[in-house]
């Protein structure tokens, strides 16, 4: 009888850490979403409907997801924040399977100065094999790694064209290959060229639920 009681007591334990683990994300395989700082217009709308979708789609896919800017600091919307921002230069990307970069709607050419600390975690996670996803804007970071040459790319516009309401064309996609605004892969890079604040100007399409689940799929089973 009292084996049995030590038997079951073990088991009780090992189900109680099993679901500890899980909820502190220790058995979860991780991915690494890097958002770029800076001014945002449609910063709410952009954490509700880019990195909160990205986020549900990934956990629910069993994956842990964490934030991590230069800064480390809180993303502080009117009405939606991201509270736990961890900062770029404390993240040992050997614990991640993916990178993901959200568009955050930070503007036009030029935009806010990109990071080059997320520059150098993007190249050190494509020579490893792992996929990086980038939505819109989020390719920039991209393509000032050099990444994009000889790559296809999406974009919501061809960045090496003028438009009319563009005052220049951004050298920073030179040498990739544009390849519209849906949802574009060559490798493990996944970009997009839609998300959901220029879904809200321009009526297209928005990338963000077929980018996410293209990089979960490239990511793999474990």
Request: net charge positive.
């Amino acid at each position: 009888m009292r084996k049995f009681i030590f038997f079951a007591a073990m088991v009780i334990l090992a189900v109680t850490l099993s679901f500890s683990s899980q909820a502190f994300g220790q058995s979860a395989r991780k991915v690494l979403m890097i958002p770029r700082e800076g001014y945002s217009a449609d910063l709410d709308l952009m954490l509700k409907m880019e990195v909160g979708v990205m986020t549900l789609l990934l956990k629910n896919a069993g994956f842990q997801v964490d934030v991590a800017t230069d800064s480390g600091q809180p993303i502080l919307g009117q009405t939606e924040k991201i509270e736990k921002v961890m900062r770029l230069s404390e993240i040992n990307l050997d614990d991640y399977v993916g990178i993901i970069l959200p568009c955050m709607a930070v503007g036009w050419y030029p935009g806010p100065p990109v990071s080059y600390e997320a520059v150098a975690m993007v190249k050190k996670a494509l020579n490893g094999g792992k996929p990086v996803a980038a939505a819109s804007n989020g390719s920039v970071v991209l393509a000032v790694a050099g990444l994009l040459k000889e790559k296809k790319y999406a974009y919501f516009r061809d960045p090496l064209k003028m438009h009319k309401d563009w005052k220049r064309i951004d050298l920073r996609y030179e040498g990739g290959i544009y390849s519209g605004d849906g949802v574009v892969q060559d490798g493990k890079i996944i970009t997009s060229g839609v998300c959901p604040a220029l879904e809200r100007s321009y009526g297209k399409q928005s990338g963000t639920v077929p980018l996410t689940k293209a990089f979960i799929a490239a990511i793999g089973p474990k």
